[in-house]
């Protein structure tokens, strides 16, 4: 999919910059309005260096956020929807469970977002899921709903949909210039194009994007940590088979969020980040034997240009895989205490971890979608409709009023 070194001059309907999960499906949804649109991509396809990459990510129905609550069965649908289009499977059902002291107000959100009592106590989870481990005073929060989405093939997926309706998406062509008007101008380090409207969904680098268009949007490309742990007895129960996703919520050995998952990039280890803690079971096109050391991940991380963020000398600090050991010892005591392989990610938060869903505040056909904060991924189906409607001067599925600008004081200032 790489650009032609011959310099290209084209006129669409439509034009999104980036080509991540979020890009690609609001290119998707343009194509399936019968919008001639051109998705642009900076680098060359596939790659791993904004946010949509990798082989899994989590989804569940218990969100503590009202907004997003609303929008998960809008994206479930969309996800189906896309697994019916494409002819792939996409996701996984494992269950989730949500971890959390008794009475904690975003376990108490999960679990009214559920419409039901999902409540286990120690005992219970320690009966259902032997790999995970409860103290006193703590509870789960079950949602049958949750399981895992299987990133890289998602993403491929929707973007070979939306070629097949007619979309063009070009990759290895970075943005340049963008010119405001009627009908905008995108200079492209390969060509020229015009269209009557813009979205742009370009990560890390969204707040550059914008920049010369006269936006300060609050946006910090973050460097996140992504662990893998090695089973100290492979194969024990609950430590990297048939258990469910788990997220952790105002837990005292992660205070900001933990999350973890079987997953899929290195087969004997479990996958652990921060944040929220997702663990996947094992995936049904997957053999026990090609199933990941755990992932566990901790949700923050430490500020980064994108443009660098591989650049880190080998012996700078990183507490939060401190954090991510004490929890393991406290919570995951089947894993080894030390990770056996980290990687970095990257995240784009906002403030207050919300998106950004809105239009300019001046040029009302440029529409952003940015600052999914680590937590895009699940519902991108739903955004990309979202990001289409507002595109196409259409009412949102969703309210967009949790997501506006404007909520964000002194973003707006004059154009460069």
């Known amino acids: 999919m790489a650009a032609p070194s011959q310099p290209q001059q084209a006129t669409?309907?439509?034009i999104v910059i980036g080509a991540?999960?979020?890009?690609?499906?609001?290119a998707y949804h343009l194509a399936q309005h019968h919008k001639d649109t051109l998705l642009l991509e900076q680098f060359i396809l596939p790659h791993s260096r904004g946010s949509?990459?990798?082989?899994?990510r989590i989804t569940r129905t218990a969100y503590p956020q009202l907004p997003y609550a609303r929008m998960m069965p809008d994206s479930f649908r969309l996800w189906q929807r896309l697994e019916a289009e494409a002819g792939t499977s996409l996701y996984r059902r494992t269950g989730l469970v949500a971890l959390g002291p008794a009475g904690h107000p975003e376990l108490e959100s999960c679990r009214r977002s559920l419409g039901a009592d999902h409540l286990?106590?120690?005992?219970?989870?320690?009966?259902?899921f032997p790999g995970l481990r409860l103290h006193a005073g703590e509870v789960a929060v079950w949602d049958g709903t949750g399981g895992v989405l299987f990133a890289e093939r998602a993403l491929r997926a929707v973007q070979d949909v939306f070629r097949r309706h007619g979309g063009t998406l070009r990759d290895g062509e970075k943005v340049l210039r963008i010119e405001p008007g009627a009908v905008l101008t995108v200079t492209t380090t390969a060509g020229?194009?015009?269209?009557?409207?813009?979205?742009?969904?370009?990560g890390a680098w969204t707040g550059a994007l914008v920049a010369p268009l006269g936006l300060r949007l609050p946006l910090q490309p973050l460097r996140i940590n992504v662990c893998y742990w090695r089973e100290k007895e492979p194969g024990s129960p609950g430590a990297g088979r048939a258990g469910p996703c788990f997220m952790a919520l105002g837990l005292s050995q992660a205070p900001r969020g933990v999350y973890g998952l079987p997953a899929l990039e290195y087969p004997g280890l479990v996958k652990v980040s921060g944040a929220w803690w997702w663990w996947w079971g094992p995936l049904a096109s997957i053999p026990p034997d090609r199933l990941s050391p755990p992932k566990v991940c901790y949700h923050h991380g430490s500020p980064t240009d994108p443009e660098e963020r591989d650049r880190v000398p080998p012996d700078t600090p990183r507490p939060n895989v401190a954090l991510l050991r004490n929890f393991i010892r406290s919570y995951l005591p089947g894993l080894e205490p030390e990770p056996a392989v980290v990687e970095t990610c990257l995240y784009t938060n906002t403030p207050d971890e919300d998106f950004i869903l809105d239009r300019h505040p001046k040029f009302s056909n440029i529409v952003i979608g940015a600052g999914f904060s680590g937590h895009g991924f699940k519902l991108a189906p739903v955004v990309g409709k979202m990001l289409c409607e507002l595109s196409l001067g259409e009412e949102p599925s969703h309210s967009t009023a949790p997501f506006a600008i404007t909520r964000f004081p002194a973003v707006l200032r004059a154009p460069l």
């Open 52 to 56: 949509s990459h990798g082989q899994s």
């Open 12 to 14: 669409y309907d439509a």
């Open 192 to 202: 020229v194009y015009r269209a009557p409207r813009l979205i742009i969904a370009a």
């Open 120 to 128: 286990l106590d120690a005992t219970a989870l320690a009966q259902r």
């Open 20 to 26: 991540g999960i979020q890009g690609s499906f609001a």
